[in-house]
C-alpha cells in the first residue's frame, strides 16, 4: 500500500502531464495556424505521449491501493513569437518536469518506497530523453535562422515522427 503523501505527490504528477499534453496540443494547434503540419505533427505525437505518462502514473496509484483524484487542468500558453521560441518553452518545460520527477524520487526515497523509487526510473531515463531532443530542435532552428527552405525541409522531417504506443501489460 502506498502512503498518503506519495498517493498525493503522485496525483499531483497526473495533473503536470496532463498539463503537459494540454501545453503541447496548444503549441501543436500554433503550428496548424502557420501551415507547418509536420512541426504540428511532432507535437500530436508529444501530446500523445504525455497523456500516455499520465495513464502510467494513474494505473500504478491504483496498482499500489490508492486513489487518483483528478483536479482541473491550467489553461497552456496560446501564442508564441516564432517555431524556435515554441521549442525553447519545450525544453524549459522539459526542465521543469524533470525537476518535479527527481522530487518525486526523492521522497519515494525518503518514505523508503521502494516500488514507487523503481517505477520513476522509468521516468527519470524518458526525461534524459526528452530534454535532448527538444534541446537538439532548439540547437537546429538557430543553426537554420528561420530560413525557409530549411524550414520546409525541417517541417517534413518533423513530420516523420510516430506515436509507438506503449506495449500492454500481460496479467
Ligand atoms: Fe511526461
Ligand atoms: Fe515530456
Known sequence: ???????????EQVNAEMYSAYLYLSMESYFRSLNLNG????????????????????????????RITL???????????????VFEAVYAHERKVT?????LVNLAVE???????????????????????A????????????????MFMFDRELGQRVFTPPVAKGE
Open 39 to 66: 512541426f504540428a505533427n511532432w507535437m500530436r505525437v508529444q501530446t500523445q505521449e504525455e497523456m500516455m505518462h499520465a495513464i502510467k502514473i494513474y494505473d500504478f496509484v491504483n496498482e499500489r491501493g490508492g
Open 99 to 103: 525537476g518535479l520527477i527527481n522530487n
Open 111 to 133: 518514505e523508503k518506497d521502494h516500488a514507487t523509487n523503481t517505477f520513476l526510473q522509468w521516468f527519470v531515463n524518458e526525461q534524459v530523453e526528452e530534454e535532448s531532443s
Open 71 to 85: 483536479k482541473a487542468i491550467e489553461g497552456p500558453p496560446t501564442k508564441w513569437k516564432s517555431p524556435l521560441a
Open 1 to 11: 500500500m502506498i502512503s498518503k503523501k506519495m498517493e498525493e505527490a503522485l496525483n
Open 135 to 150: 534541446d537538439e530542435i532548439v540547437q537546429q532552428l538557430k543553426m537554420m535562422k528561420n530560413a525557409p527552405g530549411g
